[in-house]
């Protein structure tokens, strides 16, 4: 199995650090402190991005230094993590980077994608190969675009393949929070059906027994008001668009939804978000948990009106 690079918790044998005690122009700075180096071997060290101040890097010879900044010289260029949209990285190990995905980002380029239209899976192969142009990520699962919350990637073809042939054993939970149309009277129930794909790539549920993918939903009513349910969710299987399709089953789809129903855009997006994700860690085997908050969006319909 190949073994990512382990990332340096420090860098103290590559980089050197110097507070800031006065204010002065980078360049004087550099020659003054670090020792032996002239004018010429400063400039270079500058032009060639090895210097950051305050984590940022620069090559700019006066850049006004302030008491407080700390200036770091390293002994290669500094590589810059590319900055993230529509998403943040909750988790990363040489294994597996788990990531909150904004609702609106494609998970991974889709066959209706622009080319060269921005995804998660791009992003992060960007982050992982600032550190050497040889690492890669891999897809293990994904969210619908308009779904936002927490996912994971591979950092190897192995841990992948491992992921995917146990996931239904590897994960322990994966709870998504819906907000959902009308009031839901049930306080907990299943839905189970089997899935199958129409030609016009909408999933539906066949009213023939063993016929398409198995799927299992489990929900329970965390808020109601006259027009909308907020319910947890829990997937015991994971279909494409499963959540989507049994809502729309029970007679309440996903705000938002309108391929599965939906009349409302109460909130302006999907009301669906995948709030938890925890499973067995491939290599440590230890139990990992990572949850997010409620999106403040799918509260909204339940706040009082502010009165006048």
Known sequence: MHKGRKRPTHQADKSKSYPVTEPMELLPFLIKNISGAGRNVVKSILAHGQVSVDGKATTAYNYSLQPGHTVTVSKERIQEKPPMEGLSIMF?????IVIKKDAGLLSVSSDSAKENELTAYRQLMAHVRTENPKNRIFVVHRLDRDTSGVMMFAK??????????SWQDT??????????????????????????????????????????????????????????????????????????????????????????????????????????????????????????????????????????
């Not at 990363?92 to 597996?96: A, F, S, T």
């Not at 190897?156 to 042939?165: C, D, G, P, R």
């Open 156 to 165: 190897s073809e192995a841990i992948q393949q491992q992921l995917q042939n």
């Open 92 to 96: 990363e190990d040489e294994h597996i």
């Open 171 to 308: 994960v322990q939970e994966r709870i998504y929070v819906a907000l959902v149309e009308g009031t839901v009277k049930k306080e907990k129930g299943t839905v189970s059906s089997w899935l199958k794909e129409s030609k016009t790539l909408k999933m539906y549920s066949s009213p023939y027994p063993n016929d398409g993918l198995h799927a299992v939903t489990h929900y329970k009513v965390l808020r109601t008001s006259k027009s909308f349910s907020l319910l947890e969710v829990q997937l015991e299987t994971g279909r494409k668009n499963q959540i989507r399709v049994h809502m729309e089953e029970i007679g309440h789809p996903v705000v938002g939804d309108k391929k599965y129903g939906a009349r409302t855009k109460a909130i302006g997006r999907l009301g669906l978000h995948a709030r938890v994700l925890a499973f067995i860690h491939p290599v440590s085997g230890k139990l990992v948990r990572f949850e997010t908050d409620i999106p403040k969006l799918f509260l909204k319909p339940f706040q009082a009106p502010v009165q006048p």
